[in-house]
């Protein structure tokens, strides 16, 4: 019996998967009293959020937001959370996408396009999007944003539910002035 469940285990860590999904070219800008974030999603819509899309379910991609205080020599602070929800939506009658940007719940962008690849922009690239307002925050200190995104559930040993996400990404360091 443990020859199966080693012989189950090798097989489970062996098999082949896609390329990962991964956070890049994460930026942060202050623009007054607020700070603009933009990153790219490498390899964010394969396998089941592609099919997912292509069957006209609504598919959301999550994209949680940390604004944190850099602190060196030690773990930096949390000062606050957000999270943008990407979401497609297929019309298989008109041939198009309809992909809406909410911040916290609140309806910020919302856009239809027809071809597959500006649909994979409109999801993975994110430009310039207000994320956080610094307006209270102290004027000395750097600060920088960290960000992941998060696909979807899939289960483990086809019982235990669990998060596919990115790992976290960080932003550069910028100061509030």
Known sequence: M????????LLL?????????SVSNLQAAVDGDRVLVS??????LGGDLAARLESGL??????????LRDRKRWYDRGLAGNT???EAVYDAVTREYTVSHRLDDKLVDSRTVRDRKDL?????????VPVFSVERLPRGPRY????????????????VPARIATDWAESNKFRVN
């Open 39 to 44: 990153l790219v999603l490498r390899n964010g």
């Open 120 to 128: 994979e922009r409109a999801m993975t690239r994110l430009e310039r």
């Open 2 to 9: 443990a020859r199966w469940a080693g012989l189950f285990w």
């Open 144 to 159: 920088l944003v960290r960000a992941r995104a998060e696909l979807g559930t899939r289960t483990m040993l086809w019982v």
């Open 13 to 21: 860590l062996l098999a082949p998967r896609g390329p990962e999904a």
């Open 58 to 67: 609504p598919t959301p991609i999550l994209y949680r937001f940390e604004l």
């Open 84 to 86: 943008l929800e990407v």
